[in-house]
Structures are given as structure tokens and as C-alpha cells.
């Protein structure tokens, strides 16, 4: 008898366990058109899904200077490695040509697209559509390819061509010629990194490193890593992060104690005002020297 019920609870799991998991991840369901939407936001260089809306040039000017350019420069000349949008103009044939939106993109909707999809950084689609639409026009004032009193729309925007959509062509090539393995595929735990980008420089990284490395001496090693790491966001408080000059909302967090305030540094923290990525997003810090940069951080508030 005892056989005979547990036989018989095991297969009203095998058959309830499939429904299970479909309700609670829809499996099966018909996406919604809220959901359709929400993955739909590409941008075709016609202007085909773009949405209903406009910016213009000045207020795009306010906009940058708040959100974009602690990054890419008052300019769009670029920050430290920061990507450069603007100038540029007739240097690609050069050994290194300056590549930007103005000398070397092809389509208004590429930046558009990335405006929306990416930036600004650490607070990426927090922009509302017509604050993309200024900051894009801004941006192609700053490459001088519209006045100062242009306004971007859904209804204008194919008419801005970037100088360069001209160099561009259809690559006719397949995306892949890969055969999809069903059985005898190769082990994943047989394939081995050799090199990541940041080592071939890909993704450069040494912006956001201290100068020398982490390994820094130690009294200097929080005031290194926070000018190398953490000062782009906290000295002006981007994407909600706390200003070192905001006494009274870091001394809320400091009441918490250096634990806590350790803890979200090195392992990342979602609150209602922003969000602080682990090590500011940048992996290749120790966690001593995050902690230690925490420390520079209360001490600035202190002072």
C-alpha cells in the first residue's frame, strides 16, 4: 500500500510541476501587446517606431549638461576616455580617425535608438521620449548639422542625414554558418578563455582604475579609488547617487553603519532614488579598496 501511494504522489508532481512553472512564467500564453510593446523600441533609419513626440536644441542643451556631460564633456569632446560625439569631421582617413556621430555614424536613429535604449548612464530608459528627442537634437547641433532653433521630431526625422550614411552598404554575408549541435556537443567546461576585452583593450578600463592600481599605498587608497571610480557619480550626485556635499542624505546612510554602507558598495544596492551598481560597476576593484574609497566618501561628508 505504502508503494502504491508514493507511486502515486510522484506522478501527480510529474503532471502538476509543468503546470506550475507555466503559470508562474506564462509559458505557453500569448504575449500581450504591453508586452510586445515593451521589447519593441528599435528605430528604423526611415523613422519607422519612433514614437509621437519632440525636442528642440535648447532644451536638449539643459539636459546634456545635467545628465551627459560629466561623461562625454561640456563639447562632446569626451571626458577623460569617455566616448567623444562630437567633431571630427574629415579625420577617418587619417591613422586615427575621430570617430563620432557626426564624422563617422550612419543614421540619426542609431543614436536616437542608443539615447533611448543606454543612457544616461547607470540610469539607462529613464528618459521619457521627448527628452530623447532633445537630447538628440543637441547632439547633432553639437556636430553643427542643425541650427540652434531646431526642433527634432517623429514628422522631421528622416529628413537629418549624417555625412557619412554614404560609406555605409548591406553586408550580404550570413549572420552565422554554425550548425546547431542536438547531441555529442562539445563540453562547455572543455572551452577555455584565453583573453577577454579588457586585456586586448577592447574595453578599456584603466579610467576607471587608481593610478598605478588598487594596490595603492594605504592611506591614499580610498581617496584614489574614489576619484578613479566613485567621484563621477557622487561629487555632482548622478542617477540618484548621494552627493558627497549632501550632508543630510548621507547622514541618514551613515546612521546605518559602515556595514551596511560596505555591503551596497561592493555588492550593490536598488533603492527608491537610484541604483548603485557593485563596485560602481567596475569588477576589477579589490573589495579593501571600495571599502576604503566608503571611508573617503564619509570622511568628505564629515569634513
Not at 505504502?2 to 500564453?29: D, H, M, N, R
Not at 580610498?222 to 567621484?231: R, S, V, W
Request: proline content about 6%; overall charge negative.
Amino acid at each position: 500500500m505504502f508503494k502504491l501511494i508514493k507511486l502515486s504522489l510522484i506522478l501527480t508532481l510529474a503532471i502538476a510541476a509543468p503546470s506550475v512553472v507555466a503559470s508562474q512564467y506564462a509559458i505557453g500564453t500569448n504575449a500581450s501587446k504591453a508586452e510586445i510593446a515593451g521589447w519593441d523600441i528599435d528605430i528604423r533609419p526611415d523613422g519607422q517606431g519612433l514614437p509621437v513626440g519632440s525636442g528642440s536644441v535648447a532644451d536638449g542643451e539643459i539636459l546634456y549638461e545635467e545628465k551627459c556631460a560629466s561623461c562625454h564633456g561640456v563639447f562632446g569632446e569626451g571626458e577623460g576616455r569617455w566616448p567623444v560625439l562630437a567633431g571630427g569631421m574629415d579625420t577617418l582617413t587619417e591613422d586615427r580617425p575621430e570617430k563620432t556621430v557626426g564624422s563617422y555614424w550612419p543614421y540619426v536613429s542609431t543614436l536616437w535608438d542608443y539615447i533611448h535604449r543606454a543612457m544616461p548612464f547607470l540610469q539607462p530608459q529613464s528618459l521619457d521620449d521627448d527628452e530623447v528627442y532633445a537630447l538628440t537634437a543637441y547632439v547633432l547641433y553639437l556636430n553643427e548639422l542643425v541650427e540652434e532653433e531646431f526642433v527634432l521630431s517623429d514628422n522631421n526625422f528622416a529628413v537629418v542625414a549624417l555625412p557619412n550614411q554614404g560609406a555605409f552598404q548591406d553586408d550580404p554575408r550570413p549572420d552565422t554558418n554554425n550548425v546547431r549541435c542536438m547531441k555529442n556537443c562539445r563540453d562547455p567546461e572543455s572551452v577555455k578563455v584565453i583573453q577577454d576585452s579588457t586585456a586586448l583593450g577592447v574595453t578599456p578600463v584603466d579610467h576607471l582604475k587608481p593610478e598605478g592600481s588598487v594596490q595603492a599605498d594605504e592611506p591614499l587608497l580610498g581617496e584614489e579609488t574614489y576619484i578613479a571610480a566613485c567621484g563621477l557619480c557622487h561629487d555632482a550626485g548622478i542617477a540618484g547617487a548621494p552627493s558627497v556635499t549632501d550632508k543630510a542624505v548621507w547622514s541618514k546612510r551613515i546612521e546605518q553603519g559602515l556595514g551596511v554602507l560596505y555591503d551596497h558598495a561592493v555588492n550593490g544596492y536598488q533603492g527608491t532614488d537610484g541604483v548603485m551598481p557593485a563596485k560602481g560597476g567596475n569588477a576589477s576593484l579589490e573589495d579593501k579598496a571600495v571599502k576604503a574609497a566608503v571611508d573617503h566618501m564619509v570622511d568628505l561628508v564629515n569634513q
